[in-house]
């Protein structure tokens, strides 16, 4: 039996996510399935892990919800599960925060200048427009 895990996310830009996921090394697919233990989920925007287990992501109203099944890969209890999910999570939730920022600046006419990340695992972006 499959033990599909659902994290709720604050993606809500289809192409913002697929971008980070992308920047992130990871091979992107849409409207796919992603594999589990011992079984299939059908999600919107599919990426594929080293072990050839799935992470995929669902539409859930505004917001896309992460899904994934670690149980097979990693034979570990709930803990170690909920581990790796907050993992992923939070290198995503970091690209797609900076995508989201760099794109809003380009809408307002700034570019950016550089990008430096900080020991504590920030990341400082310094954009400027010219007026």
């Given at each position: 039996m499959s033990h599909y895990s659902r994290v709720r996310t604050q993606f809500r830009h289809r192409e913002a996510l697929i971008q980070c996921l992308e920047q992130l090394?990871?091979?992107v697919e849409t409207d796919t399935m992603?594999?589990?233990?011992?079984?299939q989920h059908a999600v919107d925007i599919a990426?594929?892990?080293?072990k050839g287990y799935g992470v995929g992501f669902v539409r859930n109203g505004e917001t896309y919800d992460m899904v994934a099944d670690w149980w097979g890969v990693y034979g570990a209890g709930e803990k170690q599960l909920a581990n790796e999910l907050q993992?992923?999570?939070g290198r995503i939730q970091k690209e797609y925060a900076k995508a989201m920022v760099l794109?809003?600046?380009a809408k307002e006419g700034f570019s950016l200048v550089s990008q430096t990340?900080?020991?504590d695992g920030t990341v400082r972006l310094v954009v400027r427009?010219?007026?």
């Open positions: 090394g990871y091979t992603i594999k589990g233990y011992r079984g990426v594929k892990t080293a993992e992923h999570a794109e809003q600046a990340d900080e020991a427009r010219w007026t």
